[in-house]
């Protein structure tokens, strides 16, 4: 599938592309708000500054993916590979992080209420974290699973605004 064809068709008003192929896709500073992806192949793919709150990513192949300054709000990550991810800047706030795991970049990255986070391979630099610590550790081994074991995370979060 190819951008214009997604494109179309998410205006058409459909959200479910899950098990899509979109690999290397730019789909860049759009308004995808609630599209579930799961199962979708979009290794090398660009949502830099792409609002995809709500949706769904889940067992998706996001390898090298460009998420930096993305609205992730509430996605599903579920058994997911980081590997290459550029989350600089991306806001995770209430995502599911089971079984999401790789090296990813989450510089600047909010994780505020985000569940089940258990990533020791991350570089973390001014990340905030479920619990609302800011850390900065470039190769984290260590750290999240002494600070962070794989528990839940909830955040009461009564005054937060996006936009």
């Given amino acids: 599938m190819d951008r214009e064809e997604l494109l179309e068709r998410y205006t ?3 959200r479910d592309f899950n098990s899509v192929e ?11 708000c609630r599209i579930q992806l799961a199962y979708a192949e979009m290794e090398g793919a660009n949502f830099s500054g792409t609002n995809l709150s709500e949706g769904c990513l889940q067992s998706s192949w996001i390898e090298r993916v460009n998420f930096s300054r993305a609205n992730l709000y509430g996605i599903d990550f579920y058994e997911t590979c980081w590997d290459g991810i550029d989350f600089t800047g991306a806001c995770l706030v209430g995502t599911n992080l089971e079984i999401a795991y790789g090296k990813a970049n989450l510089t600047n990255a909010n994780l505020i209420g985000a569940i089940n986070f258990s990533n020791d391979e991350a570089i973390f630099q001014n990340t905030i974290m479920p619990d609302g610590q800011i850390v900065n550790v470039v190769h984290s081994s260590n750290v999240v699973e002494s600070q962070y074991p794989r528990t839940l995370y909830l955040c009461d979060l009564p005054n937060l605004k996006f936009g």
């Fill in 12 to 14: 058409a008003g459909e």
């Fill in 22 to 32: 979109i690999p290397g896709i730019d789909l860049s500073n759009l308004d995808l």
